[in-house]
């Protein structure tokens, strides 16, 4: 039983969690993105490191081997056959661009290209040169014209140095992925010199840019480090394009979840706790069913019969609660709310009128309680009502374990001035020794009986018979149930004194029965037309 309001907040929950889980996975998923995309550029830093340290390796290995095949002798250091070694040399690693033989001041003596690499003074300033972890192997920045180079120096012997001209360039060709090259920078550096000896960098790039990110190799062998900078805002969109299936999936999830979730906060309460949350929040209510006279058509009083409303406006009807809430006790503090509140609201009305009664219906376990009498006391003392305004009717669907018990708790009420009534008589377990014994001081005829009484000879015997008890008892007798005019007629010859039932009307609440009390009548009988025509009749009866 859930209502509108309670399935939307539910779809509301699930579609919650839909979207949490999407946003989840999108967070996710961009945080992954994120870890991914740094650890490549790490490792292409890492790379372009292993490429220049490879540059280098090559030029120090071409350098020994010019050392170890050609005497570089002191007299004729630039022979012909020198310079034809280095020129081989240089055919053969596409990585160096040119193989130069210094004094021992740096003065270049001789190269394999000269016109290779030009503009480059005729001496090196040596002191620039960093040692590698190798102290024989030096690198240095050359200047050149059209960039930048690096240069390998080898001291060949005390009188020489040899020096090989790494194509540097070469090792920075596209080493940015497609989605940063316009974005980002890549430099070789060697150490403690400020500017670089290979460069990528985009047209219009500023290295001294505030939002760059850096990645940093750098290298344990030589004095080399690879530098990648990239634009922030560009790093945090590479890579990002939101993955649909993934967020497809994450919502579906999210759903599910939620559909649990949903489930679980929205589970109708158990039905017990429902009740007990029903008694803590007041919402079982008093309705009023007039009980009129069959002579007169006057009212004489009310059953008060339980309603439960719910916090959503809902109403729920008493065979959908009362039989559980005997079966666990609960009846006993719902029939004192309902006490209080009835004579609460009729209070104003029962003052005026000391023989209008309201009916309670109590079971028998309750009355056989100990302290029912005092309690009973208590609520109606409670409510600054007489007890003569007040009917227990005694329901016969529970057997009374102790007849003579209850006896006693009967005539004690009287003395009290309280009236009890035989509720659903006829239908019970003792039959009428029953209503014999317990001296109550109302019968009410069941329904049952008041349906048939057209048509069954039998359940018009037992109204005779009930009437008869009651008048030798000096007992009032009600019929409950009354539908038809017809009814009504045929139990008033029988000899009922009272009736109940929706001819007159069906239990209402407390604001539209102080309405009916107002306009001191009872309104206009239900059932078919024929019926409502008739019903000043009733009123006359
Ligand atoms: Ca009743």
Redesign the pocket.
């Known amino acids: 039983m859930s209502s509108p309001k309670s399935r939307s907040a539910q779809l509301l929950v699930c579609a919650g969690f839909a979207a949490l889980f999407a946003l989840a996975a999108n967070l996710l998923s961009g945080m992954a993105t994120d870890t991914r995309n740094r650890q490549q550029l790490n490792e292409l830093g890492e790379q372009m490191l292993r490429r220049s340290e490879l540059g280098v390796d090559y030029a120090f290995i071409a350098l020994g081997k010019i050392a170890e095949s050609s005497a570089i002798g002191a007299a004729a250091p630039c022979s012909e056959t020198f310079r034809s070694s280095l020129r081989q040399r240089v055919f053969r690693h596409s990585t160096i661009k040119d193989i130069r033989l210094l004094d021992r001041n740096g003065a270049i003596l001789c190269s394999a290209f000269p016109e290779t690499v030009t503009g480059i003074s005729m001496r090196v300033d040596l002191s620039q040169a960093i040692a590698a972890r190798n102290s024989g192997v030096k690198l240095m920045k050359l200047a050149i014209p059209d960039g930048e180079a690096m240069a390998v120096v080898w001291s060949a012997s005390g009188e020489h140095k040899l020096m090989a001209i790494v194509n540097t360039s070469a090792l920075l060709f596209d080493v940015l992925p497609t989605g940063l090259r316009d974005e980002g920078a890549a430099t070789i550096n060697l150490n403690g010199v400020s500017s670089s000896v290979a460069r990528y960098a985009p047209a219009g790039w500023d290295p001294a840019a505030s939002d760059l990110e850096t990645f940093a190799a750098h290298s344990s062998r030589f004095p080399l480090n690879a530098i990648i900078r990239v634009k922030e805002p560009a790093l945090a969109a590479w890579n990002h394009s939101s993955n649909r299936t993934l967020l497809m999936l994450a919502a579906l999830l999210g759903l599910a979840f939620g559909g649990l979730a949903a489930r679980t906060l929205f589970r109708e309460h158990h039905p017990v706790a429902a009740i007990d949350k029903a008694l803590s929040g007041h919402e079982f209510v008093p309705y009023f069913q007039p009980i009129f006279s069959l002579r007169d058509g006057k009212m004489t009083g009310c059953?008060v019969l339980a309603r439960w409303i719910r916090a959503d406006g809902t109403i729920v009807q008493p065979h959908q609660f009362i039989p559980l809430a005997e079966q666990t006790g609960r009846i006993v503090p719902l029939t004192w709310q309902l006490v209080d509140e009835a004579l609460l609201q009729m209070r104003p009305y029962l003052r005026r009128n000391k023989n209008f009664c309201l009916?309670f219906?109590i079971g028998a376990s309750h009355l056989l309680q100990p302290g029912f009498t005092e309690d009973l006391r208590r609520h109606v003392s409670g409510a600054k009502v007489g007890s003569r305004n007040v009917v227990i009717?005694l329901?016969e669907r529970e057997e009374l374990p102790d007849l003579g018990k209850a006896r006693e708790l009967i005539s004690g009420l009287q003395e009290r001035g309280y009236k009890v009534a035989l509720?659903?008589a006829g239908t019970g377990h003792s039959g009428l020794s029953y209503v014999q014994k317990l001296g109550a001081d109302v019968i009410?005829i069941d329904k049952l009986f008041v349906d048939s009484v057209m048509t069954e000879r039998s359940a018009r015997v037992l109204v005779e018979l009930l009437v008869n008890l009651a008048r030798e008892l000096g007992m009032t007798t009600v019929a409950?149930g009354i539908e038809t005019r017809e009814q009504a007629d045929l139990l008033r010859e029988l000899g009922v004194d009272r009736g109940q039932g929706f001819l007159v009307s069906p239990p209402v609440n407390g604001a539209q029965f102080q309405a009916m009390l107002d306009l001191n009548t009872l309104p206009a009988e239900r059932g078919t037309k024929q019926e409502a025509a008739k019903a000043a009749d009733v009123r006359a009866v």
């Open positions: 059953e009916a219906n009717e329901t509720d659903e009410k409950e």
